[in-house]
Every structure is written in structure tokens, then in C-alpha cells.
């Protein structure tokens, strides 16, 4: 990760900017309850769908910030450096991060911001992950061949279909809004079941 604020501040101030960030990332996190297991996992239920809301609002508002800053030249974006696009582990990781969301209740960053406010839950989840990736570890010289397969390079979705990054982002945001609506719907009826 590269500085927050290259050209302006020292290194040192960065990690500073850094920190607050991070605090003022796990106090708003908390006071939009992603502290607690029971909404979280509501959206696999029906009854709360606030998880899918903000990762999608976040992925929007993140999308438009970077390509409104690469066309005013402020962020290049050949510039910026990712992780090589492993399809075949992505996806069974995926899985494996999902069944440990609805079996857990928590993704590792709303674990954490349990463990901020002393939830036992959030140190057994943490505890788990701890273990996973031990386990993980240990294990790497035998899935080494599988974690490097279907390797496509680092790549964008929009550079790999070869798609007009403005046009992608216009589209996932025209899904957000259906997906909002649906999930609207959805809860709604899921509510009036409940009563």
C-alpha cells in the first residue's frame, strides 16, 4: 500500500492519517450494527439487507472516486498495482469465506470491530481465521499447483472482457439499484411473515 497522501506529509504522518482512518472506518462500522452476527447474516435470511447496501454503495463511491480522479490525472490508473486474477482458488475461496459468513456471522473485518467492543463471538471468529490460515500455511506445499492455477494475471474485470471502465461501473450501479429494490421487496415480505 502505497502513501494516503504522497508529495504532502512524511511517511511517518501517513501512518498517522492511517490510523484515524482505520478508527474512524471501525467506529462508523459499528454504529451501523456490523458488529453484530444477527445482522449480518440477515441478508442470507431476508430480514436485513443494510451489508449488501453499503459493499455496494462502497464498490460505487470507490469505482467513481478512482476514475473521476484518473481523468483529472490526479490517480493513474495503469498505475495501480493488484493481485495477480487466480479464477479457480478465487472461487473456492469464495465459497469457503461464504459458508464461514453464514456459519459464523462475521467476515474478518466485522469480527474485529466485534472484538473492539469485547464480543465473545468476534474472538472465537478471529480465533478461527487464526487457525485457518495456520492450517493454510502448513498445507501450502500441497496446494501450491491449485492456489497458482487458472492465473490470468493482474487484471481488472473491465480489462479482461474488454469493456470501457465508465460503461462497467454505469452498469453495476444500475444493478445496485435493482438490487436495492429487490432486497426492498424481499424484506418486506419477509417481515410481514414474521408478524
Known amino acids: 500500500m502505497g502513501p494516503l497522501i504522497p508529495e504532502y506529509i512524511s511517511p511517518e504522518w501517513n501512518n498517522v492519517v492511517a490510523i484515524v482512518l482505520g478508527i474512524a472506518f471501525g467506529y462508523v462500522m459499528e454504529s451501523a450494527g456490523f458488529s453484530s452476527s444477527r445482522k449480518l447474516v440477515g441478508v442470507f435470511y431476508g430480514y436485513d439487507f443494510a451489508v449488501l447496501r453499503v459493499f455496494f ?16 490525472g490526479w490517480v493513474d490508473m495503469a498505475a495501480l498495482d493488484g493481485l495477480p486474477a487466480r479464477v479457480y482458488p478465487i472461487i473456492v475461496g469464495g465459497i469457503i469465506m461464504g459458508l464461514g459468513f453464514v456459519i459464523g456471522g462475521f467476515c474478518p473485518g466485522t469480527c474485529v470491530t466485534a472484538i ?7 474472538y472465537v471468529f478471529f480465533g478461527g481465521i487464526m487457525l ?10 500441497l496446494l501450491e499447483g491449485f492456489y497458482n492455477s487458472g492465473n490470468v494475471g493482474d487484471v481488472s474485470v473491465p480489462e479482461y472482457f474488454n469493456i470501457n471502465p465508465y460503461w462497467f461501473t454505469a452498469v453495476v450501479a ?5 438490487a436495492f429494490y429487490v432486497t ?3 424484506r418486506k415480505k419477509v417481515k410481514k411473515v414474521q408478524y
Open 57 to 72: 454503495t462502497a464498490a460505487i463511491t470507490a469505482s467513481l472516486g478512482l476514475l473521476f480522479m484518473d481523468y483529472f
Open 116 to 122: 473492539g467492543i469485547g464480543k465473545l463471538d468476534g
Open 132 to 141: 485457518g490460515v495456520f492450517v493454510f500455511s502448513e498445507m501450502f506445499p
Open 174 to 178: 444500475l444493478v445496485a439499484v435493482i
Open 184 to 186: 426492498l421487496q424481499i
